[in-house]
T-cell receptor, first 114, second 109 residues
Framework: DTAVSQTPKYLVTQMGNDKSIKCEQNLGHDTMYWYKQDSKKFLKIMFSYNNKELIINETVPNRFSPKSPDKAHLNLHINSLELGDSAVYFC?????????????FGSGTRLTVV | QKEVEQNSGPLSVPEGAIASLNCTYSDRGSQSFFWYRQYSGKSPELIMFIYSNGDKEDGRFTAQLNKASQYVSLLIRDSQPSDSATYLCAVYNNNDMRFGAGTRLTVKP
C-alpha cells in the first residue's frame, strides 16, 4: 500500500532514555516533515527535509535530531527524554517544499515519558 | 509569529444541518489554504484546499477564501454523525505550513 508509515505506533519510556522514531514514505514525495501534536491538539512543525536536505528547523531542543538517509526516510532521534516530550509525533510528506497540494500524514507515534 | 486561529469549539449541530467552521490567519503573504479532518486518535487527512478568493465546492464541502480579510472557512452541508471530528485549518507560505489548533465538531443524530 502506498502510504507514510511510522514506527513504533506507541512508545512508553522513562525519563532520561534515548529513543528513535522511524518514518518511511513510498509516495515518491521529495519533502518530509516531523510535527508534534500536544494534548490540546495543536500541530507544530519541528523539522522539514527536501531531498535529504534540512530546510526547516524550528526552535526545538537540540535533544531532538532528525536524520534523512534518503528522500523516502526521515527518522527522529530524541536524547535524554523529558516528561514534556510526551505527545503524538506525526511524520508527513509532500511533493515538494513549494507544494500546494497538502501533506500526507503518517498514523502517528504516541510517546509517553514516565 | 505567523498565526492561524480557529475557534476551538466544541461546535454542535444537528444531523442534516450546515456546519460552518472559521479560520483567520496573520500572514498576508500566505499562498494556499487547507482543511484537514482529524478523527480522535487518528492522523489528519486532507479534505479541501483553496488558493483563490471565492468558493470551492467538493461534494458536501465548500471552502471559502477572502484574502483581504485573511479569512478562510469550511461549510459542511447535510452534516452527518460521521463528520464528527476535529477540523484543522492550515495556511501555507514559502516552505512553511502552519496549523490552527482545530475546531471540534459534533453532529448529533
Amino acid at each position: 500500500d502506498t502510504a507514510v508509515s511510522q514506527t513504533p505506533k506507541y512508545l512508553v519510556t522513562q525519563m532520561g532514555n534515548d529513543k528513535s522514531i522511524k518514518c518511511e514514505q513510498n509516495l515518491g514525495h521529495d519533502t518530509m516533515y516531523w510535527y508534534k501534536q500536544d494534548s490540546k491538539k495543536f500541530l507544530k512543525i519541528m523539522f522539514s527535509y527536501n531531498n535529504k536536505e534540512l530546510i526547516i528547523n524550528e526552535t526545538v531542543p537540540n535533544r531532538f535530531s532528525p536524520k534523512s538517509p534518503d528522500k523516502a526516510h526521515l527518522n527522529l532521534h530524541i536524547n535524554s527524554l523529558e516528561l514534556g516530550d510526551s505527545a503524538v509525533y506525526f511524520c508527513a510528506s509532500s511533493h515538494g517544499p513549494h507544494n500546494n497540494y497538502g501533506y500526507t500524514f503518517g498514523s502517528g507515534t504516541r510517546l509517553t515519558v514516565v | 509569529q505567523k498565526e492561524v486561529e480557529q475557534n476551538s469549539g466544541p461546535l454542535s449541530v444537528p444531523e442534516g444541518a450546515i456546519a460552518s467552521l472559521n479560520c483567520t490567519y496573520s500572514d498576508r503573504g500566505s499562498q494556499s489554504f487547507f482543511w484537514y479532518r482529524q478523527y480522535s486518535g487518528k492522523s489528519p487527512e486532507l479534505i479541501m484546499f483553496i488558493y483563490s478568493n471565492g468558493d470551492k465546492e467538493d461534494g458536501r464541502f465548500t471552502a471559502q477564501l477572502n484574502k483581504a480579510s485573511q479569512y478562510v472557512s469550511l461549510l459542511i452541508r447535510d452534516s452527518q454523525p460521521s463528520d464528527s471530528a476535529t477540523y484543522l485549518c492550515a495556511v501555507y507560505n514559502n516552505n512553511d505550513m502552519r496549523f490552527g489548533a482545530g475546531t471540534r465538531l459534533t453532529v448529533k443524530p
